[in-house]
């Protein structure tokens, strides 16, 4: 049996004793898993808790978390610093916050590389411009020298993936990747995170608000509500869903079939009492 690059029991993240994750548990293997819920269920916190990146003022308690093959709660920062990017990577929203403006492309796809590897410049600049290269970038070899400023937003977005990907890391986390742009890109940016993972036999957690892109290329979906992991379920049985709050999520999804109609109402009340009154 392959071993989870994600296991989390009891994960649970409070701010001045407040909860906002409240006791969820699941794992994650070499397999693309969705994370869906509303704004303010605790996706992209449960997400950054993965990456050791929680802010200041958060608390995070867990009865276990393993991160490809270690144990999260016992980590020092040294150790967080050297499994991120080379074993753990994360793709942001918004490449025009997420980009450095004052270096040049090249240089920050090639700083993962000079951070875990031992490789000469050459085989750096070499492998970077493969990278590029593999996200559907056109001409690498001038694109190194450009600065994020000059790139569109899908663009930039490949870029993020590039860095993201360039030391090989086994679980790529992505939040909300393709809010920043538009539909037609939202589905290339898709498709092409898709394609990698699969080639490079990664594990994939997508962070997203797009049931429909998720049915398309997720695996299996956790959907989060204030705090608490809700359902699972296959993502191609989303159309079906059995748990009243997804089955609203799907509903609300745009479609032509419902343009210009209300979109549902979630009876909360009900759905409180069905989850044990939390």
Partial sequence: METNLIEAQDLHITSAGQTLVDHISFAIGRERVALVGESGSGKSLTARSLMGLLAPGLH?????????????LTLSEAR????????????????????????????????????????????RR???????????????????????????????????????????????????????????????????IRRLVDERNMGLLLISHDLQQVAEHCQQVLVMYKGRLIDRLPASELANASHPYT???????PNRATRGQPLPVLDRAALEAVDGGH
């Fill in 60 to 72: 995070m308690q867990a009865s276990r978390l393993r991160v490809a093959d270690s144990d999260a």
């Fill in 80 to 123: 967080w610093s050297r499994l991120r990017g080379s074993r753990l990577a994360m793709v942001m929203q918004d490449p025009k916050y997420a980009l450095n403006p004052v270096r040049t492309i090249g240089w920050q796809v090639e700083e993962p590389l000079r951070l875990h590897q031992s490789l000469s410049r050459r085989a």
């Fill in 126 to 192: 070499d492998k970077v411009c493969e990278m590029l290269n593999a996200v559907g970038l056109p001409q690498p070899r001038q694109l190194m020298d450009r600065y994020p400023h000059q790139l569109s937003g899908g663009m930039g977005q490949r870029v993020m993936l590039a860095i993201a990907l360039i030391a090989d890391p086994q679980l790529l986390i992505a939040d909300e990747p393709t809010s920043a742009l538009d539909h037609a890109m939202r589905d290339q940016v898709l498709t092409l």
């Fill in 247 to 253: 089955r609203t999520l799907w509903a609300c999804r």
